[in-house]
């Protein structure tokens, strides 16, 4: 397995090991969560349904499909980063999906980051993906600064999303949202 380790020159020097999420991480991943939704807008912190997703993710973790890294130090979980293999037809070839890209928030600019995302990209050439993608909030000025630092670069694509609870797909292929029918 792919290992980092790097000191941290956050308020003291600590070192920062990089290895595979456990089960047994998961309250410390689920309040990264809660952390990182609370800055993204476009979702809301829920630890329950992020603990069932993180669970239903380290599943698939087992099946080789996806891989969560996590950084700690002294014992402690202070960063998680997830990438999902997703088929891309344009590459013609797999490639990964990078989610939930979160530092412990007093740790920050640290390194940690950069280290996770490392192990990211070792993994990511170890299953022989085609490249790596991701989403990020636009206002989010740091993150940005981040990706650009690691050489991800801006598309003109954009995100849009349904919800199965808003938005059904009728027998004739149209859209139709709940409460709405003809």
């Known amino acids: 397995m792919f290992r980092h380790t790097q000191p941290s020159p956050a308020p003291e020097t600590v070192p920062v ?12 991943l689920v309040e990264l969560l809660c952390q990182l939704f609370s800055v993204e807008t476009d979702f809301e912190v829920r630890p329950a349904r992020h603990a069932r997703g993180l669970r239903l993710l380290l599943g698939t ?3 080789g499909r ?41 740790l920050r600019g640290s390194g940690i980051g950069t280290s996770l995302m490392a192990d990211i990209a070792d993994w990511a050439r170890a299953s022989g993906l085609a490249r790596l993608q991701l989403l990020t909030d636009r206002r989010n000025r740091l993150a940005l600064a981040f990706y650009d630092r690691l050489a991800f670069q801006t598309t003109h694509m954009i995100c849009l999303r349904c919800s199965r609870k808003t938005l059904q797909i009728g027998p004739s292929g149209e859209a139709k949202k709940r409460g709405q029918e003809r």
């Open 66 to 106: 996806a891989y969560v890294a996590v950084a700690e130090t002294r014992g402690e979980v202070v960063g998680m980063a997830t990438v999902q293999i997703v088929v891309s037809t344009a590459e013609g070839a797999r490639s990964g999906w990078i989610e939930d890209v979160v530092v412990r928030e007093d």
């Open 17 to 28: 090991t990089v290895r595979p999420a456990r089960i047994t991480d998961l309250p410390a």
């Open 61 to 63: 973790v087992r099946r």
